[in-house]
Each structure stands twice: as C-alpha cells, then as structure tokens.
C-alpha cells in the first residue's frame, strides 16, 4: 500500500520520531503550523477516523492519551489543540488516521 505513514511507521520514510509504543507512533510535523506540531499515529493502517471500527475504541483512545503525554513532554502546560482531519471536507491529506498536536502558541477559534 502506498501510505506516507505507513512507510514512516515502517523506518522506511525517516521522520523525527518523538515517541513510540506497540500501538503508535508519534513524529514531527513535515510543515509545522505551530512551535510544536507532533503527529501521533496508529501503527496499523486505519485510513481516517470515520473508519475506525468499534473494536479499535481502545487504540482511538490510546492516541489521545498520547497525544496528551506528548503535549506534557514538550512543556504544553498551558493548553493545546487536538485536530483530526477526517475526510475531504475536514481537509485530511494523508489518509492514514492521524491526531495533530498543536501548541506553543494562541489557538484561534472557530478554525478555517
Ligand atoms: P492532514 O491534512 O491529513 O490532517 O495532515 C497531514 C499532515 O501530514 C500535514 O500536516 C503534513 O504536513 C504532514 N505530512 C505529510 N507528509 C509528511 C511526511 O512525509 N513527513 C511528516 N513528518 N509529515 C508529513
Ligand atoms: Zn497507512
């Protein structure tokens, strides 16, 4: 399957790899659209979150806690935003499930 993540997830693609488990993996953003801007994604190919089937519950919800621990770690304390673009009207590019965490700077609402 010709999947940026996958092969990222594989060693096959390098990326700035910030944390790693048996289920995910996290990395940093190609073209940060903040001062942190970390990807977490889920080892096994799922191909957006509209896909995720009831018995990946646990793996969706590990990405979150992750993606939680990764915003601690880059010393996010002061708050920071979860994005997961899902489908062409959520404006997701890569479709291999993926949360953003974004921080370092204001977030601005509603998003464009
Ligand atoms: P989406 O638009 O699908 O929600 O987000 C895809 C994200 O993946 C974008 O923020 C884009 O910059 C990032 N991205 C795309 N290709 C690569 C890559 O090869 N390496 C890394 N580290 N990030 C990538
Ligand atoms: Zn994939």
Redesign the pocket.
């Known amino acids: 399957m010709d999947c940026?993540f996958c092969k990222?997830v594989a060693g096959e693609?390098p990326?700035?790899l910030l944390f790693e488990d048996g289920d995910c993996v996290a990395?940093?953003?190609?073209?940060p659209?903040a001062p942190v801007?970390v990807?977490v994604v889920p080892r096994q190919h799922i191909a957006s979150l509209a896909a995720a089937a009831e018995e990946q519950t646990t793996l969706a919800g590990h990405l979150l806690v992750v993606a939680a621990k990764v915003a601690k770690q880059h010393g996010l304390a002061n708050g920071f935003r979860i994005?997961?673009?899902t489908g062409d009207d959520g404006?997701?590019?890569?479709?291999h499930l993926?949360v953003?965490v974004l921080g370092g700077r204001q977030m601005q609402w509603p998003p464009g």
């Open positions: 940026i990222i693609i990326a700035k990395f940093a953003d190609v073209n659209q801007h990807l994005v997961i673009n404006g997701q590019t890569v479709h993926h953003h």
